[in-house]
């Protein structure tokens, strides 16, 4: 896993009416006080399980090396 792509941080109520109230890979709805996760490299915040699927892929550089998912 490449943790070091991520900052853990708690959900606040800024981050969720500033920022996002939705993990932006899933759209599954953020709560206050959850753990997400702010992908370093997309400028993105993700939730636990998104950031665990998407380190799998990661390389050192945090960069996508396999997408399994995709339209091509």
């Known amino acids: 896993m490449n ?4 900052v853990e941080q708690a959900a606040t109520s800024d981050i969720l009416l500033r920022v996002t109230n939705v993990c932006s890979v899933c759209y599954a709805s953020l709560k206050e006080g959850a753990k997400i ?3 370093m490299h997309s400028y993105r915040y993700v939730c636990e399980s ?3 699927k998407l ?3 990661m390389n ?4 996508i090396e ?3 998912a995709g339209l091509f």
């Open 66 to 68: 396999k997408n399994e």
């Open 3 to 6: 943790d070091r792509c991520f």
């Open 37 to 39: 996760y702010y992908d």
């Open 50 to 52: 998104c950031k665990e």
């Open 60 to 63: 050192e550089e945090c960069e």
């Open 55 to 57: 380190s799998e892929h």
